[in-house]
């Protein structure tokens, strides 16, 4: 975090004020700003350095901190994803196992996953087929992942979806 000045540590003679309510006093004296602040039990924060004459802003200065620690936080929260494989009732062996693997590597990343069968023509009434198919993903992915969505029917597609159990993506790194 950037290292902004408080109150004696601002050296600019005059500078642009704006007091706790939000309200802009105008450009007053450092000293007047200080006098002002410190009548109000507050500190003097200089929020915008570069502006001339520089802004500075009557305020609570640990207050200020902690809302600029929770800001940084914001940001690096990486949002989760969900991340989705589309899978043929008639899926042959090598191409089941290769969305295997994308899905387990989604899963170790941290993402949600769902997976949909499609059922084309007259491939609706083998539903039992599509089952099949999402339980035996389903024992595939237990060690790294548990069902987060039952297998259900959308349309012509049957759904399930996936949640990562927790330590999956730490135990990998660790390898």
């Known amino acids: 975090m950037k290292q902004v000045r408080v109150n004696e540590r601002i050296r600019i003679p005059r500078v642009r004020l704006i007091d706790n309510t939000g309200n802009q006093v105008g450009v007053v004296s450092r000293d ?12 003097l924060v200089e929020i915008a350095p570069h502006e001339r004459p520089p802004v500075c802003k009557i305020m609570d200065y640990g207050k200020y901190l902690y809302q600029e620690k929770q800001k940084q ?17 008639k899926i042959q062996e090598h191409d089941y196992l290769t969305k295997l693997k994308f899905a ?21 009434v083998h539903l039992n087929m599509g089952k099949q198919i999402l339980e035996r993903i389903k024992d595939d992915v237990s060690d790294i992942a548990k069902v987060e969505l039952s297998p259900k029917m959308e ?12 330590g999956v993506k730490n135990a990998k790194i660790k390898d």
């Open 104 to 124: 387990r590597e989604f899963l170790e990343n941290g993402n949600r996953l769902k997976i949909r069968i499609f059922f084309r023509g007259r491939e609706i």
């Open 155 to 166: 349309g012509r597609q049957m759904v399930m979806q996936f949640i990562p159990v927790r």
């Open 73 to 89: 936080k914001q940001k690096k929260q990486k949002a989760i994803k969900v991340k989705e494989l589309k899978l043929g009732v």
């Open 32 to 43: 007047e700003a200080l006098n002002l602040a410190k009548s109000k039990s507050l500190d």
